[in-house]
């Protein structure tokens, strides 16, 4: 009940094109959803979160689509870029405790 | 400059040795978190605190050992129970109060132990 599922593990994308990562969830006291950036060697940064009250949030080229029934999010880079490239993590949190539940990642390659 | 620094980058052990990696944020935060994460894997949680002198187990505590005696400082000990101990450390804090859940993170101490 308490992970988060997350694919593809890698995927590969042309420059331009929609990068589309899935996660899915079963705790629905989940409240927050965060996705993470991570560059090699680096440690992981806060991309774009959304809470369960909206249905989608945009910030820039990323977006978040969030399906409360489904207890699916996604995360959606329009326009990829080779500077994309990255591991991307989801994460999900409660109101109860400060624990991220995390992903296992997908790591992306956009291609020149 | 605010933010969170882990020191070494990089460290190398022999085998049986304990090894303690370095924490300090001056983010205020009252939460502090270690990850370890393995190639090509997602991050596991090791342990964590929310307040000084106070800290918690993660899901893979296992030779492993901590202490939060300064809300800016949360060191963890690589002891020699830990069975495979080489990969990629992360540091994380965050505020603790609700709603604030963002996780700031360190660049990583990456141990390798032969």
């Known amino acids: 009940q308490q992970q988060v599922k997350q694919s593809p593990q890698s995927l590969i994308v042309q420059k331009g094109g929609i990068s589309i990562i899935n996660c899915a969830y079963e705790?629905?006291?989940?409240?927050?959803f965060p996705w993470y950036q991570q560059f090699p060697g680096k440690g992981p940064a806060l991309l774009i979160a959304?809470?369960?009250d909206v249905s989608e949030k945009k910030e820039g080229r990323f977006t978040i689509s969030f399906n409360k029934s489904a207890k699916q999010f996604s995360l959606h880079i329009m326009d990829s870029q080779p500077g994309d490239s990255a591991t991307y993590f989801c994460a999900a949190i409660s109101d109860s405790n400060y624990q991220l539940i995390w992903g296992a990642g997908t790591k992306l390659i956009i291609k020149p | 400059d605010g933010g969170i620094t882990q020191s070494p980058k990089y460290l190398f052990r022999k085998e049986g040795q304990n090894v303690t990696l370095s924490c300090e944020q001056n983010l205020n935060h009252d939460a502090m978190y270690w990850y370890r994460q393995d190639p090509g894997q997602g991050l596991r949680l090791i342990y964590y605190s929310q307040i000084v002198n106070d800290f918690q187990k993660g899901d893979i505590a296992e030779g492993y050992s901590v202490s939060r005696e300064k809300k800016e400082s949360f060191p963890l000990t690589v002891t020699s129970a830990q069975k495979n101990p080489t990969a990629f450390y992360l540091c994380?804090?965050?505020?603790?109060?609700?709603?604030?859940?963002?996780?700031?993170f360190g660049p990583g101490t990456r141990l390798t132990v032969t």
């Open positions: 959304i809470r369960p």
């Open positions: 705790n629905t006291a989940f409240d927050y």
């Open positions: 994380a804090s965050s505020s603790a109060g609700t709603g604030t859940y963002e996780q700031y």
